[in-house]
Structure formats: C-alpha cells, structure tokens
C-alpha cells in the first residue's frame, strides 16, 4: 500500500458474484482492498466456489467465502460488484441479491461497481439521480433508471464508485479505495428514497 492511501484496516467488504464473473473485475481490485488493509470476502447465491471468466473464455474457480443466504449486509461496511455479462445478469434475477445490493444504499454505506456490475444498481433501484459510467452497453438502461451517464473511467459520486471496462481497474481500485476509506455516506440513503418515492 502506498503511503498516502487510506488504510481500510478493520473494513470489511462484501464482493456479490456469481458464475461468469470477469475474474479480473474480481481479483485485482480485491487484491487492491487487500492491500489497503480491507477483509474481504466473496458472497454468492452458489456455495463453493464460482467459475471466473476470462475475457474470451471460463478462467478460474474462485472461492465462495459466505453464501448469500447466511450473511447480511450488516456483516459488512462496503459493497464490491464486479462485472462480466453472465455475472450480473444472473444476480439481478435473484431477489435475495438485489434485497442485499439495495440494503447497502439504505445504509449509507458505499459501494464499487464496475463494467456490467451496475446492472444490479438498476435492478436494486437505487440510481436515480446519480452520476455513474458502466460498460457502454448498460448507457440506455443506467438511463431509464433516472442516472445520469457519463463515458468516464470511474465516476465518484458520494459513496458510488463506477467504472467501465478491465483498463480502469486502477482508477477504479484507487476510488474505491477513498470512498471506503470515508464510511458512511448519507447521500446514499437519499438514492433510495428518490427511487422509492417515484
């Protein structure tokens, strides 16, 4: 860790993925929250392990560390949601995922979410007015959901953390990295009460 990062010593950070994740949305920003101090630990629907995927093809078997069903957001203080298109997609269609997704919001707690992974910011509803990037295939659904997005290579925006694509994982890791660091963020809870009040 370098010296002027924030330490994240004592934070604990959920890592929501499933079969089909982009193994290195995974690992290295995991290995970043490692380094800067961060217990980590990869929550999943499946129990065992999940099959990584490496850009063109399957990648590694990754360790689940919690199932889904025997955890809670209150087990932790931050949210990471990696991407791949198979990852996501299949999380958004399980309600106990995007109950878990949602709670972090409702929280205050912040959140990191790059490439396909704001798909579950969508299906959690908690992008209203929010400014966010993604994968560019995501644009026109991050826009319905009422965010406002921008092609960047991470958008910061009170405690959300967004990136678009695997060559801005080291912005990514950096800002995340701060808004973990930071805690609490108030202006997430407003997100979800925007999107429940529509």
Do not use: Y
């Not at 089909?20 to 630990?41: S, W, Y």
């Not at 299906?123 to 400014?131: F, P």
């Not at 930071?182 to 529509?198: I, T």
């Amino acid at each position: 860790m370098a010296a002027n990062s924030p330490s994240l010593s004592g934070k604990r950070v959920a890592i929501l993925a499933t079969d089909g994740v982009e193994q290195v949305e995974l690992t290295e920003p995991r290995k970043a929250l490692d380094a800067a101090g961060a217990k980590t630990k990869v929550v999943s629907p499946k129990s065992g392990s999940i099959k990584g995927w490496n850009l063109t093809n399957w990648g590694d078997d990754i360790k689940v560390d919690v199932a889904l069903d025997s955890t809670s957001p209150d087990d932790f203080d931050a949210l990471m949601l990696p991407g791949g298109v198979m990852n996501p997609d299949t999380l958004r269609m399980n309600e106990d995922a995007v109950n878990f997704v949602r709670a972090f919001f409702e929280a205050g707690k912040p959140v990191a979410s790059i490439c396909h992974g704001p798909w579950m910011l969508v299906e959690a509803d908690v992008v209203r007015g929010r400014n966010v990037t993604s994968w560019p295939s995501l644009r026109t659904d991050l826009r319905n959901a009422g965010a406002n997005w921008t092609d960047s290579e991470s958008v910061t925006d009170h405690g959300l953390v967004t990136s678009r694509k695997p060559d801005d994982i080291p912005a990514f890791s950096r800002k995340m990295i701060e808004e973990f660091a930071e805690g609490v963020h108030e202006e997430q809870r407003a997100s979800v009460h925007a999107g429940a009040s529509r």
